[in-house]
Nanobody, 115 residues
Framework: QVQLVESGGGLVQPGGSLRLSCAASGRIFSIKAMGWYRQAPGKQRELVAS???????TYADSVKGRFTISRDNAKNTVYLQMNSLKPEDTAVYYC?????????WGQGTQVTVSS
């Protein structure tokens, strides 16, 4: 059984920063791509950023220059550093990872950007 556990969400003012973490645990043989998605109320889930096992990254246009994805392979953990946050970044953020050649999702963590 594999589990992804996110942490780091919360309430922040516009212009502020948050760092999300997602740790994978369980019987893990392989982790390929890892990524972060988000889903705002009434909207579809969208890809925010992804990172390959080799460190190549992709970002949604809406977060380029503000968010940074990274990973620590020794800790089976992926991070999302979010700077210059905007109210439109408000959403539930989900971690996703290709673990043992199968996709896994975390439970989600709420990020609210509001004054």
């Amino acid at each position: 059984q594999v589990q992804l556990v996110e942490s780091g969400g919360g309430l922040v003012q516009p212009g502020g920063s948050l760092r999300l973490s997602c740790a994978a645990s369980g019987r893990i043989f392989s982790i390929k791509a890892m990524g972060w998605y988000r889903q705002a109320p009434g909207k579809q889930r969208e890809l925010v950023a992804s990172i390959s096992s080799g460190g190549s990254t992709t970002y949604a246009d809406s977060v380029k220059g503000r968010f940074t994805i990274s990973r620590d392979n020794a800790k089976n953990t992926v991070y999302l550093q979010m700077n210059s946050l905007k109210p439109e970044d408000t959403a539930v953020y989900y971690c996703n990872a290709a673990i043992n050649y199968s996709g896994s999702w975390g439970q989600g963590t709420q990020v609210t950007v509001s004054s």
